[in-house]
């Protein structure tokens, strides 16, 4: 099975950048959707992003329109999220997960995250 790590997380000033990395590993990329979400504390895992790996648009979350951007290499297997204008909200860990591609199910493999903090 596909192998996650996320990795570029850190403590990062409110209107700073980041860049997370997702590195896969073990399976077939074009069997998948693939995606970034964030859990803050005490809240709920959100969609962040998302794509088809072989497909076209990516698709963002209302919340991070305009400011986070997702790129992907097909040759080192590596999704990016590029996150721009960081503000408090952004305080959570980022997993990248994965799922069959047109399925609609929910993703059910993950990495263990990556931590990033916004000081406000």
């Known amino acids: 099975q596909v192998q996650l790590v996320e990795s570029g997380g850190g403590l990062v000033q409110a209107g700073d950048s980041l860049r997370l ?8 990329m074009a069997r998948y959707d693939v995606g970034w ?5 005490g809240k709920e895992r959100e969609f962040v992003a998302g794509v088809t790996w072989l497909g076209g648009g990516n698709k963002y979350a209302d919340s991070v329109k305009g400011r986070f951007s997702m790129s992907r290499d097909y040759v080192q297997k590596t999704l990016y999220l590029q996150m721009d204008s960081l503000g408090a909200e952004g305080t959570a860990v980022y997993y990248c997960g994965v799922r069959p591609t047109g399925s609609q199910a929910k993703y059910g493999v993950w990495g263990r995250g990556t931590q990033v903090t916004v000081s406000s």
């Open 21 to 28: 990395s997702c590195a896969f590993s073990g399976g077939q």
């Open 37 to 41: 979400f964030r859990q803050a504390p």
